[in-house]
């Protein structure tokens, strides 16, 4: 547990299941004050609040769409209306799709790239204007995922978009560095969520994705919010600018585990 994180403000896209509800859970934990974005699931995301409320923090629930400009910039007005600042935005929300890249249609290019990439910049816009104009020393996680550096195929967009949520990551790090934001990427693995049931739940799929992970199992959201507790805390005050890697040494070239 990370007592400096009592009582602070934290939106979290994409948080009504899997990953982002994990980190919302850990917040409440932590006695966060936490907005709840979710876009289309109204009663996952009602159920994500009331978890977050029995394990000891406060939460609301705000529909938005993160690939709509003025979407997010409401959802961040009515976390300050709601809790009275905004201490630390998560950007969670992600979508795929999976298409062979030279059939890959602009249109579901620009879907994947609006909601991962041009919507967590716009969260962070927002976010980092608020924190300047109120003098915040907040923290931005961005979640990425290991195709930040593992290619690929069949989803050149969700890779490029991981890829460049690292490099918008690392830029706003060094540019509001002197301002005291710090601003991190966490990279899950393969983490048990509603995103990739469908592969996991097939045990043949479910040894492809083992072999590829050197500690032979698969992550659970929780480990995810636990870096994510971490990363925004004090006792990483120091931290920014990192990807942190929750992938059961998925990165680490598996292929040369036997030397
Ligand atoms: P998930 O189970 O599919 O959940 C996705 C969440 O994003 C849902 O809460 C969904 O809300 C929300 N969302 C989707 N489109 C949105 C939009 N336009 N605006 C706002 N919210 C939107 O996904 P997950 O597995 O937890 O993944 C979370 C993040 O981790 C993603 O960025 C993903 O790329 C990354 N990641 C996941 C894994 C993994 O193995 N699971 C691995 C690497 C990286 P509604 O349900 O309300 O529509």
């Known amino acids: 547990m990370f007592p400096d994180l009592k009582g602070k403000v934290a939106v979290?896209?994409?948080?009504?299941?899997g990953i982002g509800r994990g980190i919302a859970i850990r917040f409440g934990q932590e006695r966060m004050k936490v907005v709840v974005n979710y876009h289309s699931n109204e009663e996952m995301a009602e159920m994500t609040v009331k978890e977050v409320q029995a394990a000891g923090g406060e939460a609301v629930a705000v529909k938005a769409d993160v690939g709509i400009e003025k979407e997010i910039i409401a959802l961040m007005n009515t976390a300050v209306e709601a809790f009275g600042g905004l201490d630390v935005l998560v950007?969670?929300?992600?979508?795929?799709?999976?298409?062979?890249?030279?059939?890959?249609?602009?249109?579901?290019?620009?879907?994947?790239?609006?909601?991962?990439?041009?919507?967590?910049?716009v969260g962070c816009r927002e976010t980092i204007k608020y924190m300047l104009e109120h003098d915040i020393k907040g923290s931005i996680l961005n979640i990425s995922?290991?195709?930040?550096?593992?290619?690929?195929?069949?989803?050149?967009?969700?890779?490029?978009?991981?890829?460049?949520?690292?490099?918008?990551?690392?830029?706003l790090a060094l540019e509001y560095a002197p301002r005291g934001i710090r601003v991190n990427t966490i990279a899950p693995g393969a983490i048990v969520t509603p995103m990739n049931e469908h592969?996991?739940?097939?045990?043949?799929?479910?040894?492809?994705?083992?072999?590829?992970?050197?500690?032979?199992?698969?992550?659970?959201?929780?480990?995810?919010?636990?870096?994510?507790?971490?990363?925004?805390?004090?006792?990483?005050?120091?931290?920014?600018?990192?990807?942190?890697?929750?992938?059961?040494?998925?990165?680490?070239?598996?292929?040369f585990l036997k030397g």
């Open 91 to 121: 950007n969670n929300a992600g979508i795929q799709t999976t298409t062979p890249s030279h059939e890959l249609t602009l249109d579901d290019w620009h879907k994947v790239m609006d909601v991962n990439l041009t919507g967590a910049f």
């Open 12 to 17: 979290i896209t994409g948080a009504s299941q």
């Open 145 to 171: 995922s290991v195709h930040q550096k593992i290619p690929k195929p069949f989803h050149a967009h969700y890779a490029s978009s991981k890829g460049g949520l690292r490099m918008l990551t690392e830029t």
């Open 199 to 255: 592969i996991l739940s097939d045990p043949r799929q479910s040894q492809d994705v083992l072999s590829l992970i050197p500690m032979n199992r698969i992550g659970e959201p929780e480990h995810i919010a636990s870096a994510a507790a971490w990363l925004t805390s004090e006792e990483a005050g120091y931290v920014t600018g990192v990807t942190l890697f929750v992938d059961g040494g998925m990165t680490l070239y598996p292929i």
